[in-house]
C-alpha cells in the first residue's frame, strides 16, 4: 500500500540552528501539507502546497518556517532558527485531492523534532 | 475561527462494549468529515470518512452524521483492548479539494479487558 514516508523520524538541535524535515508523499497525490503535535496537544496545520506553491497557512507558519518541492518526489520543511517551542512531532500528509470523496489526508510516520 | 469539539476523556469501557465518541464543529459549510486512530507516538491513521447525513458502517466501526446539529460521532462495537487510543475527529471546511483539515483535539478510549 503507498505510504507517505519522512525523515528523520527524530532530529536533536540546538537553539537557533535549522532544521530541515524531508517527506516523500504518496506518488500520484496532487496536495501535500505539514501539520506538527506538541506533546499532549492537538494536530495543527501549518502548510498545504500545490502545484508547486503554497495554497494555505496557518498563523503558526510564520517567516521562520519554508516548504519547498525540489524535485518530483521529495517535500521538504525548513525550521530557519528552531526555538524551544518548535519541539514537536511533525507530520507530512498527502491528499489525491481529485474528488470530495477522494478528498482524504493520509499522514507519513512523523518526524520528532527536539529542541535544546 | 473554526473549531472542532470533542470530549478529551478518557472514556473507559470494559471489553466487548460499545465506545461511543462525540465530535461538534463550528462552521456550517463543513462538507467532509473524517475520523483517525492515534496511538501514543505515532501518525494518525484514518479510520472512516462520511459526507452524507446519516450513517456509515465499516466492519466494527460506525459513523454517524448530522449537519443540522453540526454533529458527528463514531461507535465502535465490540471493544478491543487494541483499541486503546486517541480518537481524533477531523473536518474539512469547506468545499475545495485540498483543503486542509482541522482537527479535535480527541477523545482518548481506554477498552479494559
Known amino acids: 500500500e503507498p505510504e507517505v514516508t519522512q525523515t528523520p523520524s527524530h532530529q536533536v538541535t540546538q537553539m537557533g540552528q535549522e532544521v530541515i524535515l524531508r517527506c516523500v508523499p504518496i506518488?500520484?497525490?496532487?496536495?501535500f501539507y505539514w501539520y506538527r503535535q506538541i506533546l499532549g496537544q492537538k494536530v495543527e496545520f501549518l502548510v498545504s502546497f500545490y502545484n508547486n506553491e503554497i495554497s494555505e497557512k496557518s498563523e503558526i507558519f510564520d517567516d521562520q518556517f519554508s516548504v519547498e518541492r525540489p524535485d518530483g518526489s521529495n517535500f521538504t520543511l525548513k525550521i530557519r532558527s528552531t526555538k524551544l517551542e518548535d519541539s514537536a512531532m511533525y507530520f507530512c500528509?498527502?491528499?489525491?485531492?481529485?474528488?470530495?470523496?477522494?478528498?482524504?489526508?493520509?499522514f507519513g510516520e512523523g518526524s520528532w523534532l527536539t529542541v535544546v | 475561527q473554526k473549531e472542532v469539539e470533542q470530549n478529551s476523556g478518557p472514556l473507559s469501557v470494559p471489553e466487548g462494549a460499545i465506545a461511543s465518541l462525540n465530535c461538534t464543529y463550528s462552521?456550517?459549510?463543513?462538507?467532509?468529515f473524517f475520523w483517525y486512530r492515534q496511538y501514543s507516538g505515532k501518525s494518525p491513521e484514518l479510520i472512516m470518512s462520511?459526507?452524507?447525513?446519516g450513517d456509515k458502517e465499516d466492519g466494527r466501526f460506525t459513523a454517524q452524521l448530522n449537519k443540522a446539529s453540526q454533529y458527528v460521532s463514531l461507535l465502535i462495537r465490540d471493544s478491543q483492548p487494541s483499541d486503546s487510543a486517541t480518537y481524533l475527529c477531523?473536518?474539512?471546511?469547506?468545499?475545495?479539494?485540498?483543503?486542509?483539515?482541522?482537527f479535535g483535539k480527541g477523545t482518548t478510549l481506554s477498552v479494559s479487558s
Open positions: 462552521d456550517r459549510v463543513s462538507q467532509s
Open positions: 506518488s500520484n497525490h496532487l496536495y
Open positions: 477531523a473536518v474539512n471546511p469547506d468545499l475545495g479539494a485540498g483543503t486542509a483539515l482541522i
Open positions: 500528509a498527502s491528499n489525491g485531492g481529485q474528488t470530495i470523496s477522494g478528498n482524504t489526508i493520509y
Open positions: 462520511i459526507y452524507s447525513n
